[in-house]
Structures are given as structure tokens and as C-alpha cells.
């Protein structure tokens, strides 16, 4: 229970500053905010995943994490790209606590036992659900008006993105024999334990983002 009290008040709190910092302050600042996030993972949480003197460690790290934060900074500073960030992590940031408390209470089919044992199937249909509606919500609040069927397909789709992002650092984790990339979280890990899921997603929506661009207009 102390565990779920802490997971609780520290995603509130880390939620709450996050989304001030980029909805009221200018881009450069958020785009700063994850330039520190991105550092805080490659200085801390990356060498408890691979040790530098491994190969993978330098040839991996271009490519996650260092790609995955470099187009969120892109589409963070490009003004008609800027509202996709919200999207995106709102869709991915609602699939990861729904699926943590459905997963929690009623979880007891896993998706793949050998890679992440706590994640469920009844936790990743929690998640999908409640993606939908963080992306209707922010549909609402833009003033944005989509078919029910584009909103269910559009954020199942991020949903299953970000959860194979969220499999992929677990098996990161797995084979590096660690719980937590690191511990500046309590209750969550690292700041990679939480960016997992967007640091697959942002690549579906950098591809698509003239497109999304149009559609979320």
C-alpha cells in the first residue's frame, strides 16, 4: 500500500510540474526540461543498463535515447507540431497509470512473463481505455471535434506502440538484472522507467506529423 501511496503522490507531483512547464512556459523552456531528463538517463540510468565498457552501451545510445528525445525537442519547438506533444503524452502517460491500476487489481494473465512479470493483459486493456479517454479529453478541451471510432482506433494504436516500448526496456532491464533504470522517482524508477512508452511513440508521430498535424488542427 506505501508503495502504491508513494507511486501515486510522485506522479502527481512530477505530472503536475511537467505539464505547467509546457503548457505555460515558452517552448525553449520544456525543450531545456527535457534536455536535463535526457542527461539525467545517459549520466545515471543508462550505465546501470549497459556498462561503457560494453560496445552496445555507445551503440545503442544514439538510437535510444538519444534519437526518441531529439524529435520530441523538434516537434516541441515547431509551433503547428507543438499540440502533437500534448497528445502524445497524454495518450501514452493516461495508458501507463490506467494500466498500472487495473493492472494491480485485476491482473492475472501476463503478456510475457519472462521479460516483465508484472504486466498483464487485463492491465494493458485498463491502459488502452483510459489512453482513449486522456485523448478525448484533450480532443475536448482543444475544442476538436473527431468520430468516437478514429478517437478508439487512433489511441489504441499509440497504446500498443508505447506499451512495445515499455516491453523493450523492460527486456533492457531484464538482461541488465536490474528493477528500476534508476531512483530519482519513488515509487516510479527512473525517468526511463516513465518515458519508455513515448520514447517508441514520438517515432509514429514524427513520421506522420504533417498528417497528424492536419487532423488535430
Known amino acids: 500500500m506505501k508503495v502504491v501511496v508513494k507511486r501515486i503522490g510522485t506522479a502527481f507531483v512530477l505530472s503536475s510540474l511537467f505539464w ?12 531545456g526540461v527535457l534536455i536535463l531528463i535526457l542527461l539525467q538517463i545517459l549520466l545515471v540510468e543508462w550505465p546501470n543498463l549497459f556498462s561503457p565498457k560494453n560496445p552496445y552501451f555507445w551503440l545503442v545510445m544514439p538510437f535510444y535515447p538519444i534519437l526518441p528525445f531529439a524529435l520530441l525537442i523538434y516537434l516541441n519547438m515547431i509551433p503547428k507540431y507543438h499540440n502533437l506533444l500534448l497528445i502524445l503524452f497524454m495518450i501514452v502517460s493516461s495508458f501507463d497509470t490506467g494500466g498500472y491500476i487495473i493492472g494491480s487489481l485485476f491482473g492475472k494473465h501476463k503478456i510475457a512473463p519472462w521479460i516483465s512479470p508484472g504486466k498483464s493483459w487485463e492491465g494493458f486493456i485498463g ?16 475544442g476538436i471535434s473527431k468520430p468516437l471510432w478514429f478517437t478508439l482506433i487512433f489511441s489504441l494504436l ?13 527486456w533492457l532491464k531484464r538482461r541488465a538484472h536490474v528493477k528500476d533504470s534508476g531512483h530519482i522517482l519513488p515509487g516510479h524508477g527512473g525517468f526511463l522507467d516513465r518515458f519508455d512508452g513515448i520514447l517508441f511513440a514520438v517515432f509514429f508521430f514524427y513520421i506522420f506529423r504533417d498528417y497528424l498535424a492536419q487532423i488535430f488542427s
Open 158 to 170: 499509440v497504446c500498443i506502440i508505447g506499451a512495445c516500448g515499455d516491453l523493450f526496456e523492460s
Open 20 to 31: 505547467i512547464s509546457f503548457i505555460y512556459s515558452p517552448p525553449i523552456f520544456f525543450s
Open 127 to 142: 491502459g488502452c481505455a483510459a489512453g482513449a479517454l486522456g485523448l478525448i479529453f484533450v480532443l475536448w478541451q482543444d
